[in-house]
């Protein structure tokens, strides 16, 4: 059975840093990309951030390119955003998901962690 | 960036109803799009791919069409367990993009 578990979110000051990891098992993670998705308090979806299965290839959201690092252990299971500069409008519930691929082609978010809350405020 | 937009935001319906949520695009993403249902305090739960193809687990009275900038979601015959709220997902092209989402209220 796939299992992701979301880690490392807290309280921050506006200027800190904070990484959060993503902890899988029930599959053969270095063979998956692996995307992060964040939900602000009480508003819709955004996508933050996906890598490949190999960690050659990192996609950002313009919301967070040049603040945020997506990056991954394979050996480890885990996956790991370090975000920098964290702002106010950076507070929500981020979830990590697994991209699903079948036959060579990848499509949705087949299977979501419960998520981690990160809380940006002075 | 792909815009998604999801109509209505929110609806009220009744058990057994059928329920047609509508997603367009910005622009063309061929049949990448995807469905996921989220509950209250919960992770959001995929329902279908590749804009018709149902997730492994999810009962058929969901299903999805479309194409090209134009897809619904339509749930037959609604369930209490399908009060929720929805969301549509461009994945032909990042950054990828969800819509605003359809609450799914009882009526």
């Known amino acids: 059975e796939v299992h992701l578990l979301e880690s490392g979110g807290g309280l921050v000051q506006p200027g800190a840093s904070l990484r959060l990891s993503c902890a899988v098992s029930?599959?053969?993670?270095?063979?998956?990309?692996m995307t992060w998705v964040r939900q602000a308090p009480g508003k819709g979806l955004e996508w933050v951030s996906e890598?490949?299965?190999?960690?050659?290839?990192?996609y950002y959201a313009d919301s967070v390119k040049g603040r945020f690092t997506l990056s991954r252990d394979n050996p480890k299971n885990t996956l790991y955003l370090q975000m920098n500069s964290l702002r106010a409008e950076d507070t929500a519930l981020y979830y990590c998901?697994?991209?699903?691929?079948?036959?060579?082609?990848?499509?949705?978010?087949?299977?979501w962690g419960q998520g981690t809350l990160v809380t940006v405020s002075s | 960036d792909i815009q998604m937009t999801q109509s209505p935001s929110s609806l009220s319906a009744s058990v057994g109803d059928r329920v047609t949520i509508t997603c367009r695009a910005s622009?063309?993403?061929?049949?990448?799009l995807a469905w996921y249902q989220q509950k209250p305090g919960k992770a959001p739960k995929a329902l279908v791919y590749?804009?018709?193809s149902l997730q492994g687990g999810v009962p058929l009275r969901f299903s999805g069409s479309g194409s090209g900038t134009d897809f619904t979601l339509t749930i037959n015959s609604l369930q209490p367990e399908d009060f929720a709220t929805y969301y549509c997902?461009?994945?032909?092209?990042?950054?990828?993009?969800f819509g605003g989402g359809t609450k799914v209220e009882i009526k």
């Open positions: 622009q063309g993403i061929s049949s990448w």
């Open positions: 890598i490949s299965g190999g960690g050659d290839y990192t």
């Open positions: 998901a697994k991209r699903y691929c079948s036959g060579g082609v990848c499509h949705h978010f087949d299977h």
């Open positions: 997902q461009q994945y032909k092209s990042f950054p990828f993009t």
């Open positions: 029930g599959f053969t993670f270095g063979s998956y990309s």
């Open positions: 590749a804009a018709s």
